[in-house]
């Protein structure tokens, strides 16, 4: 946010965390202490094996200036008390004001990373460092399967490790896919090491109930209870509003999902914010012979298609799908609309450990505009006023970061 963000870290010991921040050339250094720290016990349903955690920290800094780049440390607030101060120094550069673009005159363009089904993979670990080579990238847009933990939890402290360089720089903006459903053997909970390990803008506390027949750790097709916490939220970064949903809990009229995004769309206040962009997890258009008509999928998009119609959404960006596709502007039941339609993107193209999808129908559907299930990659989203925006898709095997596809999105 333009002026708050939160730090996140893992310690060894149950001790109250710290942050000590200043200003990008000043010593004025603020010390911000944290609150008890928590952690979480599973056992997993792949393995029998239970698993504690270390403990979480969720360390909220307020009080920043928009706009301004700030230095940080992190550590245990006994170990500053005893002198010892870390190291490392991270830094990272708060948003725009609310309604502004970047730049003195606010009229410098806005970028964001848009990725899917990352894991942690030397693949994966490119597409961290091809992002992490981009310096004008504002913030990651992550559309679901992170770490590809799957009931391995030790998993989520390497996928921590290996993404941190980009994540204590860029805030790391997260909804959930399927493996982070991650069931328990003996309670049936859901997504805990996600909720956990994630602090983002929630609605409300996390309300979670496991679904009564599973019996997988990741299943592409589920549909238990996990309403707001880190599963649904909003929020508006400068001229953007940002939604991120959850494919693997109900999103039919009279669920919790749907009657908050179509009061939150109902308040977006378009001159400020002109853009609104979607993510969740399942694509509603996939070419791909992989992920088709799963059932969470298609009942979400009967029912909210018309409304992200209604509410003009500029485009919605999903993963699970391993591979790339963009379509042109789409109307329902996918009929290309060049003045009224959203653009869905498909980048589950991260770098995952289960390869690529490179089956596609033949010939593509009319509404594709353009595919590619051969190479993993990362998407650029830059706003550039409150008309025009570039979307571009860029290779993660070209050793500097080289656009292989492009469309400007035009905002009426």
Known sequence: AATS???????????VGQVRIRKDGTGD?????????SNYTTTSISTGRTYSSDFIHHIDVIGLEPE????????????????????????????????????????????????????QTSDSAS???????????????????????DCKDTRWDSWSQ????????????????????????????TFTAFEARFRMPAVAQAV??????????????????YDYGNSF???????????????YTNASAGSAQYGWVVS???????????????????????????????????????????VFLNYRVNAVFTGHVHAYERTHPLVLDGVVDVSRGIVYVVVGDGGNREGHADDYNTPPPDWSAYRNGSAFGHGRLTLYNASVALWEWRRDIDPVSVTQDSTFLLNP
């Open 5 to 15: 963000v939160t730090v996140s870290m893992v310690t060894a010991e149950n001790e």
């Open 29 to 37: 250094v603020r010390v911000v202490n944290g609150t008890a720290p």
């Open 68 to 119: 301004t780049t700030y230095l940080y440390s992190v550590g245990l607030q006994k170990t500053y008390q005893n002198g010892f101060y870390p190291l490392d120094e991270f830094n990272f550069t708060t948003a725009p004001s609310v309604g502004f673009f970047p730049g003195y005159a606010h009229d410098q363009p806005l970028t964001f990373a848009v990725i899917g089904d990352l894991g």
């Open 127 to 149: 597409t961290v460092d091809h992002i992490l080579a981009e310096p004008d990238i504002a913030a990651v847009l992550h559309a679901g399967d992170l770490a590809y933990a």
């Open 162 to 189: 290996m993404v941190q360089p980009a994540a204590s720089r860029l805030p790391w903006m997260v909804c959930p896919g399927n493996h982070e459903i991650e069931t328990d053997k003996f309670t049936g909970a």
């Open 208 to 225: 979670q109930a496991p679904s009564p027949t599973e019996g997988e750790c990741t299943p592409s097709e589920f549909m238990g209870v």
């Open 233 to 247: 939220f909003s929020f508006d970064y400068g001229p953007v509003h940002i939604i991120f949903m959850n494919s």
């Open 264 to 306: 939150d769309l109902s308040a977006v206040n378009r001159v400020k914010t002109p853009w609104v962009f979607v993510l969740f997890h399942c694509p509603w258009y996939n070419s791909d012979d992989d992920h088709q008509d799963e059932f969470q999928a298609v009942s979400m998009q009967a029912a909210l298609e018309p």
